[in-house]
């Protein structure tokens, strides 16, 4: 499954609703769907909605402060380019909603070289570590005030949600890494990322998301070597192991 294709499944995309829609508003919208066929559709859609846990899942993966409309025109942008690299000229007023534009456009790139890798990876990294977890909750609560939803008052569920965006968002781009970059190349560049991170004159100095992405690559390449060896060419053997 593509990034689109999980914002294609998220409820308030279903239902063609906003974060900002009342408890009536989103019954009525499910009962619309439910008359054009799909019934059991916006049943799912409307009882996560209404689930704590995972509506909070819906609105990080979405954009909040923007009305039905401009966020589904955000979606159908992302299907019309689907094979290339144009980003809509929109922009949502919030962090996470940047975010969420950033990752869906990068998430297109089939990427062929390693710098490629490294050059999405710091992009993305920018605007990841902009998510502070108390201000997207205020982002989100913003949106629950106008839809008389209980707002989120735990921080630290914010900052689950957070961390498990940047690993799906690390994992779709390491999902369209070209088969020519070799294992050398890959080992090389998680060096290189621990650097920028740790580095106290980088830009990227304690980027939570470098600091993610670097050890989800080294574990794609540990499990990659493992299993699909014939799919990376390598110009030496890569340390502690047997040529």
């Given at each position: 499954?593509?990034?689109?294709?999980?914002?294609?499944?998220?409820?308030?995309?279903?239902?063609?609703?906003?974060?900002?829609?009342?408890?009536?508003?989103?019954?009525?919208?499910?009962?619309?769907?439910?008359?054009?066929?799909?019934?059991?559709k916006?049943e799912?859609?409307m009882?996560?909605?209404?689930?704590?846990?995972?509506?909070?899942?819906?609105?990080?993966?979405?954009?909040?402060?923007?009305?039905?409309?401009?966020?589904?025109?955000?979606?159908?942008?992302?299907e019309?380019?689907?094979?290339?690299?144009e980003?809509?000229?929109?922009?949502?007023?919030?962090?996470?909603g940047?975010?969420?534009?950033?990752?869906?456009?990068?998430?297109?790139?089939?990427?062929?070289?390693?710098?490629?890798?490294?050059?999405?990876?710091?992009?993305?990294?920018?605007?990841?570590?902009?998510?502070?977890?108390?201000?997207?909750?205020?982002?989100?609560?913003?949106?629950?005030?106008?839809?008389g939803?209980?707002?989120?008052?735990?921080q630290?569920?914010?900052?689950?949600?957070?961390?498990?965006?940047?690993?799906?968002?690390?994992?779709?781009?390491?999902?369209?890494?070209?088969?020519?970059?070799?294992?050398?190349?890959?080992?090389?560049?998680?060096k290189?990322?621990?650097?920028?991170?740790?580095?106290?004159?980088?830009?990227?100095?304690?980027?939570?998301?470098?600091?993610?992405?670097?050890?989800?690559?080294?574990?794609?390449?540990?499990?990659?070597?493992?299993?699909?060896?014939?799919?990376f060419?390598?110009?030496?053997?890569?340390?502690?192991?047997?040529?």
């Amino acid at each position: 499954m593509t990034l689109l294709d999980s914002y294609h499944e998220n409820p308030f995309f279903i239902l063609t609703a906003s974060a900002r829609d009342t408890r009536v508003t989103l019954i009525e919208k499910q009962e619309e769907l439910a008359l054009f066929g799909g019934e059991e559709k916006a049943e799912q859609a409307m009882a996560k909605l209404l689930n704590p846990q995972t509506r909070v899942e819906a609105e990080i993966q979405w954009f909040p402060l923007m009305e039905t409309q401009e966020s589904q025109d955000l979606i159908r942008f992302f299907e019309r380019h689907r094979d290339d690299t144009e980003m809509p000229t929109q922009r949502p007023l919030s962090m996470l909603g940047q975010f969420n534009i950033l990752r869906l456009g990068l998430s297109r790139i089939q990427i062929q070289t390693v710098s490629e890798l490294k050059a999405i990876l710091q992009s993305s990294a920018i605007a990841a570590d902009a998510l502070i977890p108390r201000q997207v909750m205020e982002e989100i609560n913003q949106d629950r005030k106008q839809s008389g939803f209980p707002e989120i008052t735990n921080q630290s569920e914010i900052e689950l949600q957070v961390r498990e965006l940047m690993r799906e968002t690390i994992k779709a781009y390491l999902d369209n890494l070209s088969c020519g970059i070799t294992g050398d190349e890959l080992s090389e560049t998680v060096k290189e990322l621990k650097k920028e991170y740790v580095n106290a004159s980088s830009p990227y100095h304690n980027s939570y998301f470098l600091e993610m992405g670097a050890d989800h690559l080294g574990a794609y390449l540990r499990n990659t070597l493992k299993y699909h060896r014939p799919f990376f060419g390598r110009s030496k053997p890569l340390k502690g192991e047997t040529p």
